[in-house]
């Protein structure tokens, strides 16, 4: 029986590998100008990371992660996300030491057992950013313009950003007794997750998917209405920010998120026609995570987005990705000693920056252009023994269908001055 790809996880292959190597140039671009340097955190963990950064009580921690003990009897789990492994990453290497803020970018695969469906996988990935030890509004704002600036380059239309406060824990204990008061007479009537969170964490009722509930909770207190002063202002001075640089967003109150680290500012980026699973990204302000996790109180702020739902959208919107496919050369040799001049000078030729294809498999002259052509080779060097005894080798040029003798010591000058990649 051939043995199959666990669910929920995919092989990138061919044309889709390019599109996964454009959008990560992209991105290394972006990060670059706006000043975020790379990070490579482990794939794996201590379990009691993400218990204590991502929160007990979310469906993440609960129920999504892939825990094993391994040969040494500790726990571990396959990060189901970036942002508390970036922010051990900032305690453990005292990252709190350099210039602050500090901006750091990831790029990789997160796991989370989830029900898979369209855009929802169960290994994905994160294009991730943080920005640790800044508070200012403008962080935020820094942060959400290059989001925006990094969809606009990629030429994506009709996305929404809905932008939220969800307050700090000053306020949000207030917001939790008027949101308790509210509910309470309608508690029996929430779904059996909303019942448990009604103690565990009253606000995620807010944004369950569930029809019963978002009608119970159609004019329920919202964070919003519980805001104290300086988080009013937080909120307020963002959004001036945004109207100065022209970003457009939608205030949204239920935007609460799935992970329990979040103060203060929350946003989701939403794509229409690629499905239930339309937020292309998301994110907010972290302010207690760096103190959680055993460092010094150190505000944050980031967001990630999925590489697969982004992929979807560009494919989805039709949007033109310059997939430039490199001009390559093969060398046809024919007999024994072609073969090892042609060996000598595809070294030769790639060393120069040329990508050069051998026929590896013996083939014949017929069947070696049938390969060059199935490889979209643009150039064919055809070298038989007559072209050995003359010291030139047959230049075939595929795509105009033409064909000239080239002498061998000018083959290197001649393709370099041919070649368009070059
Ligand atoms: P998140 O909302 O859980 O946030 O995930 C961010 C993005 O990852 C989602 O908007 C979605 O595009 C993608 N994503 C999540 N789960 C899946 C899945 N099962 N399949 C495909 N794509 C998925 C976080 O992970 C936070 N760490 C973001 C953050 C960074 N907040 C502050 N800093």
Redesign the pocket.
Known sequence: MIIQRPK?TQDIIGKTALKWQYLENEIRKICSEYGYQEIRTPIFEATELFQRG?GETTD?VNKEMYTFLDKGQRSITLR?????S?CRAYVENKLYAQAQPLKLYYLGP?F?Y?N?QA????Q???F???VLGGEDPLVDAEVIHLIWEFFQRLGLKGLEVHLNSVGCPNCRSEHRIQLQNYLQRRKADLCEDCQTRFERNPMRILDCKNKRCQSLTSGVPTTLDTLCNDCQEHFSQLQSYLKIVGIQYKINPKLV???D??QRTAF??LAEGIGA?N????????DGLVKEIGGPPTP???????????LAVLDMQKVEIDLETEEKVLIAALGDKARQEGFKLSGELRRNGIPVLMDLLGRGLKNQMKYADREGVRYVLIIGDEELAKDIIIVRDMKLGDQKEVPKETIKQYLLQNINNI
């Not at 944050?300 to 982004?310: C, D, P, T």
């Open positions: 929920g991502v993440i189901p996300e970036g942002t508390a970036v997160m989370r989830e898979t855009g929802r996988f169960r994905f990935h994160q991730g950013a943080e998120r799935g992970l680290y979040y989701e980026v699973q937020a292309i990204c998301g994110g907010g302000r972290y944050g702020i980031g967001f990630a987005m999925g590489m697969e739902r982004l």
